[in-house]
């Protein structure tokens, strides 16, 4: 994997032994103000020893995980509501799509975040972006009206009483 | 040169806060985004999988969830948004509005599985 990936990360966050780094301070991030401290590659060093944009890559990775497995189980249940029809599959398909667009998305995030991280002095650099949040959202509302449309056809359809 | 980030309403104001503000603001819009999925899935499953309960309750708690996850990646967006302003200006961050309200679907739904177990 190319430097910049979680695991490999995180031998690099216990070699170069960032103290004092406190919370909410300015502060800059590991090795800027080493000066001497040897000759690792400052692109291969995570900015932050918590490690943040590591565990922000991860929970877009679960939140793609949780989207794909959501998209597999509907490919076994819609089936029961809906019928054995293309709209199961087509669902289903979305989904999937979905889950890895977001995976590819939270990749090139994070990418993006750690360039920007160890290549500036500050701790304070234009991360982030509203897109793939905003999708991500929409898509999920999306799928909880189809889901209340599946529910109320579902029982309706059934004729309750 | 920095791209322009969506949307406007938060990048257009403030300055940059600590990455780490934000990187946490994310998690958290994400936390709610898989809560959102959990509570989906669980109305969907209790209409879906023919569970031996009385249907009428049955019906009633998955609508529960279902809305509780219709509302949740609303909390999830604004809150993220809301949040992520309140970093850029330095001002107390918000709370989670739809926080109680969605907790409370949550209890109503399980009250309501209970009761259609029992009356089955």
Avoid: K
């Avoid at chain 1, 960032?18 to 900015?47: I, K, T, W, Y």
């Avoid at chain 1, 669902?91 to 799509?97: M, P």
């Avoid at chain 2, 934000?22 to 109305?43: C, K, Q, S, V």
Wanted: with cysteine; net charge positive; glycine share 16%.
């Amino acid at each position: 994997m190319p430097s910049g990936d979680p695991a490999h990360l995180g031998r690099d966050a216990a070699r170069v032994g960032c103290g004092g780094h406190g919370r909410g301070g300015a502060q800059v991030g590991c090795g800027v103000s080493e000066g001497g401290a040897g000759r690792v590659d400052r692109s291969a060093r995570p900015f932050d020893p918590g490690l943040q944009p590591e565990r922000t890559a991860l929970a877009w990775r679960r939140t793609a995980l949780a989207l794909l497995v959501g998209s597999l189980v509907g490919l076994r249940v819609l089936p029961l509501l809906l019928g054995d029809g293309g709209v199961t599959y087509a669902v289903a398909g979305l989904g999937v799509a979905a889950s890895v667009a977001v995976l590819v998305g939270a990749h090139r995030r994070y990418r993006r975040v750690h360039r920007l991280l160890t290549s500036g002095a500050s701790d304070r650099a234009p991360i982030g972006g509203g897109l793939l949040p905003a999708a991500v959202a929409l898509l999920t509302f999306a799928a909880g009206v189809a889901a209340l449309a599946l529910a109320l056809g579902g029982a309706v359809g059934a004729g309750r009483g | 040169m920095t791209a322009r980030r969506f949307p406007s309403s938060v990048y257009g104001v403030g300055s940059e806060p600590d990455a780490r503000f934000t990187l946490a603001n994310e998690r958290t819009f994400l936390a709610w985004i898989r809560t959102a999925l959990a509570l989906l899935a669980g109305g969907v499953a209790l209409e879906a999988l023919g569970l031996g309960l009385e249907p009428h309750l049955r019906l009633a708690a998955s609508l529960v969830l279902i809305v509780a996850g219709v509302a949740t990646p609303v909390q999830a967006w604004f809150g993220w948004a809301q949040a992520e302003r309140a970093l850029r200006l330095g001002r107390p961050l918000p709370s989670a509005r739809l926080a109680l309200p969605i907790g409370v679907a949550v209890v109503v739904a399980g009250v309501l599985v209970l009761l259609a177990v029992v009356l089955a």
